[in-house]
T-cell receptor
């Protein structure tokens, strides 16, 4: 069965410091991975997806099939990056998303 | 992107009662989903709401407890039946619009926060 693991419940960094939110997955098929973000008092929204290979709000994520990872990175954290981040795996057979438990990112001044 | 609204936004209910949550989308979408997010937990898919047919439930969720309707391509309801305190959770509706191409991207509603006493 598919699984998504986000080992850190809370990650606290200082403004301007690099950020790395870890995500590992388990899936026997070809994975499609996403990062979703939920800012305070806002709904869950898509941040980026691995097939787009783009940078959104300075964040990037590279799919590493060898390590079954999809870590989210940003070189310089900003205060507005404070939010809850969820890694999600799409499994085509069931047309569904499997979410990790989420990491709360707190950027301190 | 789709604009999704949910009603009610929150409710406090007595055990043994039922609550129906509505999800309305501003455009026709192919796929609609219902998730549950229990306190301190991640999102768990309850079921896929199929237009014109019975919903497809995930393991651990049954129709008697979570009946779902989807009468058209813009609306769905989820009922939480015979509630107990363990049903206290945030219930989220999401949609995927394959009319716009096979993106696999889901858009989420604001959620319904349910507390069962």
């Amino acid at each position: 069965a598919q699984r998504v693991t986000q080992p850190e419940k809370l990650l606290s960094v200082f403004k301007g410091a690099p950020v790395e939110l870890k995500c590992n997955y388990s899936y026997s098929g070809s994975p499609e991975l996403f990062w979703y973000v939920q800012y305070s008092r806002q709904r869950l929204q898509l941040l980026l997806r691995h097939i787009s290979r783009e940078s959104i709000k300075g964040f990037t994520a590279d799919l590493n099939k060898g390590e079954t990872s999809f870590h989210l990175k940003k070189p310089f954290a900003q205060e507005e990056d404070s939010a809850m981040y969820y890694c999600a795996l799409f499994t085509g057979g069931g047309n569904k998303l499997t979410f990790g438990t989420g990491t709360q990112l707190k950027v301190e001044l | 992107s789709a604009v999704i609204s949910q009603k009610p936004s929150r409710d406090i209910c007595q055990r043994g009662t039922s609550l129906t949550i509505q999800c309305q989308v501003d455009s026709q979408v192919t796929m609609m989903f219902w998730y549950r997010q229990q306190p301190g937990q991640s999102l768990t898919l309850i079921a896929t709401a199929n237009q014109g047919s019975e919903a497809t439930y995930e393991s651990g969720f049954v129709i008697d407890k979570f009946p779902i309707s989807r009468p058209n391509l813009t609306f769905s309801t989820l009922t939480v039946s015979n509630m107990s305190p363990e049903d206290s959770s945030i219930y989220l509706c999401s949609v995927e619009n394959r009319f716009a191409g096979a993106s696999n991207e889901q858009f989420f509603g604001p959620g319904t926060r349910l507390t069962v006493l």
